[in-house]
Every structure is written in structure tokens, then in C-alpha cells.
């Protein structure tokens, strides 16, 4: 596609239940990123992969979060035993080689909500 | 703890006018400083960027300024547009690719 596309779009989990968010980067993009977007803030960064090799999972705020990208192309970020506070918007981007450090290509983000 | 801050967290500027966003940081190892501006229900999309070997970089009507001793960088809209209003977010990098975001600037602008 011509973008990173992120599904879904919108997601409403009651607290408890687990999630996936899923991310399809630009085709050919070596690096993915995850990052969690709260109301009124900046993005704030999760996890990041080279490849299908997860280089950094720093920004990951408990082990109830995951993130795989097992063939190198698509990520699933996956939020297990939801809590309100994970309630954010979760971006995904992509770069490549080709481009300077810090230039990154974001999807629209899937809005969750936790009741 | 926040490595970069930004302020106004709003602004209001009318059509034509200049735009001002700045952002501080503390990191004195950051080496890429970009703008995002994000519309709503969208991603944020880079803007314009900055290394801090230069002082200042203008694209079109944007323009980053940078003050490395004083670890401050600032991004003007000059002749600003109805369509320029969104949300914008300085940011940093070092070296690698992980970039920390101010809290951003929501810029409404009024004809």
C-alpha cells in the first residue's frame, strides 16, 4: 500500500480482555515502530524493530504489553488483561535506510478504549 | 522526566500572521530535531527537520531555528493559513531512531 495502515481503527475492550492492534508498515520499510498516543499529548515511544528483530522494547509500560514482527513486515502489538489506563491512541511508523534518522511515516492509529 | 519541552500548549493566530512553537531540551546528546504536525484523527507527518550543525533551515513558509548553546529550537509559520491549523509536535533524536515528542502545540487559525 502507500502507507502504513493500522487496524483497527477503533477498538473498545472491557477491562480485562486482551487485545491485538495490528500494523502493516510501507512495503520494503526495514524499521517499525510502536508508540502510544494519550489524549492531548505526544506520542510517547513503546517498542521499535529492525527487521523481525525487536531492538528496543524500553517504552513498553508493563509486561502486559508484546509486540511481535515475525516475518519482518507486519507488527502486532498485543495488550493483555486491559486496564482504563491503557486507553491511547497506538501509532505505528515505519522508516527505512533511505531516510534520515527521525523521519518517520505514521498510520492513523487505533484508538483504544477501555471501559 | 520531560527531555522536551514545548510551549504554548495553544496558540491563536490570524490569517497571515507568524506562528511561533518553541521547544527546549535537555539531552545534550539529541542530534536530530524534527517537526511533526498532526490533524485530527491523523498520524503525525514530518514537517520539517534540523541537525544541529546549522542555525537555521527554512522550507517554503516554515522555518526551524536552532540555538545549540541555549538547547532550544523553535519552529515559525510565517504567512499563516486556515490550513495550517493542527497540532505540532518538536521532537528529538539520538542517533538512533527512537525520537522523544514535546506535548505539543495545538495552532487554530482564524481568518
Known amino acids: 500500500g502507500a502507507g502504513v495502515s493500522q487496524s483497527p481503527r477503533y477498538k473498545v475492550a472491557k477491562r480485562g480482555q486482551d487485545v491485538a492492534l495490528r500494523c502493516d508498515p510501507i512495503?520494503?520499510?526495514?524499521?517499525l515502530f510502536w508508540y502510544q498516543q494519550a489524549l492531548g499529548q505526544g506520542p510517547e515511544f513503546l517498542t521499535y524493530?529492525?527487521?523481525?528483530?525487536?531492538?528496543?522494547k524500553s517504552g513498553l509500560p508493563s509486561d502486559r504489553f508484546f509486540a511481535e514482527r515475525p516475518e519482518g513486515s507486519v507488527s502486532t502489538l498485543k495488550i493483555q488483561r486491559t486496564q482504563q489506563e491503557d486507553s491511547a491512541v497506538y501509532l505505528c511508523?515505519?522508516?527505512?535506510?533511505?531516510?534520515?534518522?527521525?523521519?518517520?511515516?505514521f498510520g492513523e492509529g487505533s484508538r483504544l478504549t477501555v471501559l | 522526566q520531560q527531555q522536551v519541552k514545548q510551549s504554548p500548549q495553544s496558540l491563536i493566530v490570524q490569517k497571515g500572521g507568524i506562528s511561533i512553537i518553541n521547544c527546549a531540551y535537555e539531552n545534550t546528546a539529541f542530534d536530530y530535531f524534527p517537526w511533526y504536525q498532526q490533524f485530527p484523527g491523523k498520524g503525525p507527518a514530518l514537517l520539517i527537520a534540523i541537525r544541529p550543525d546549522v542555525s537555521e533551515k527554512k522550507e517554503g513558509r516554515f522555518t526551524i531555528s536552532f540555538n545549540k548553546s541555549a538547547k532550544q529550537f523553535s519552529l515559525h509559520i510565517m504567512d499563516s493559513q486556515p490550513g495550517d491549523s493542527a497540532t505540532y509536535f518538536c521532537?528529538?533524536?539520538?542517533?538512533?531512531?527512537?525520537?522523544?515528542f514535546g506535548k505539543g502545540t495545538k495552532l487554530s487559525v482564524i481568518p
Open positions: 512495503s520494503g520499510h526495514v524499521s
Open positions: 511508523a515505519s522508516s527505512s535506510r533511505g531516510h534520515a534518522p527521525g523521519e518517520l511515516f
Open positions: 521532537a528529538a533524536g539520538a542517533g538512533s531512531y527512537q525520537l522523544t
Open positions: 524493530f529492525q527487521n523481525e528483530a525487536q531492538l528496543d
